[in-house]
């Protein structure tokens, strides 16, 4: 079974500048989420998708930030003017469908590689 | 706000030994927790969890302890072997969600 692709590797921009990130799910996962890790500190989630729409993205700085999953299937995620501060590893993750099951029922979040941004 | 803190950043241990890895949190919605392990250069994967109506799970090598009136849970390895070292995040979800509040991670080394 494929795991959770994501492109590019490796990104530097300079300060201001656009960039954008690319991730495919594990076929049949319905849910995908992005987090950022900046260097140092644990993944954070910015924002969750339940098929295409969109289930949380409270810590997602908007302002900034956007993304998308058209589809139900690949997801985009933009950051739109870069900031020095945003250099990290942008981590795409997919699950099956949340909230299913009962209590304590959990569907394991898979990782893909990562994307490492640098912010010059 | 740290809702879930891995105290110690690193740790070295001897081939064979025991390794614990600790987690403490502060928040008591938190009931199941989860631990992750992460290599260089790639994403982090899924090594153990527990739920709040257990204080213990073991999976071979791999028990996790969740002590939930001190709010805290451990990894343990035994025995610890070099193919262990990487990182390590402990992680906590509230009931039926799927959102997952990661610690800071701890690095272990494990010596020949």
């Known amino acids: 079974e494929a795991g959770v692709a994501q492109s590019p590797r490796y990104k530097i921009i300079e300060k201001r500048q656009s960039v954008a990130f690319w991730c495919n799910p594990i076929s049949g996962h319905a849910t995908l989420y992005w987090y950022q890790q900046i260097l140092g500190q644990g993944p954070k989630l910015l924002i969750q998708?339940?098929?295409?729409?969109?289930?949380?993205d409270s810590q997602l700085p908007k302002d900034r930030f956007s993304a998308e999953r058209l589809k139900g299937v690949d997801s985009t995620l933009k950051i739109q003017p870069a900031k020095l501060e945003d250099s990290a590893v942008y981590l795409c993750?997919?699950?099956?469908?949340?909230?299913?099951?009962?209590?304590?029922?959990?569907?394991?979040?898979?990782f893909g590689p990562g994307t490492r941004l640098t912010v010059l | 706000d740290q809702q879930v803190k891995q105290n110690s950043p690193s740790l070295s241990v001897q081939e064979g030994r025991i390794s614990i890895l600790n987690c403490d949190y502060t928040?008591?919605?938190?009931?199941?927790f989860l631990w992750y392990k992460k290599y260089p250069a790639e994403g982090p994967t899924f090594l153990i969890s527990?739920?709040?109506?257990?204080d213990k799970n073991e999976d071979g090598r791999f028990t996790v302890f969740l002590n939930k009136s001190a709010k805290h849970l451990s990894l343990h390895i035994v025995p610890s072997q070099p193919g262990d070292s990487a990182v390590y995040f402990c992680?906590?979800?509230?009931?039926?969600?799927?959102?997952?509040?990661f610690g800071t991670g701890t690095r272990l080394q494990v010596t020949l």
């Open positions: 998708f339940q098929n295409n729409g969109v289930v949380d």
């Open positions: 992680a906590a979800i509230p009931g039926t969600a799927s959102k997952l509040t």
């Open positions: 993750a997919s699950s099956l469908a949340s909230g299913t099951g009962g209590y304590f029922s959990y569907n394991e979040q898979f």
């Open positions: 527990i739920s709040s109506i257990k």
């Open positions: 928040n008591s919605m938190f009931d199941y």
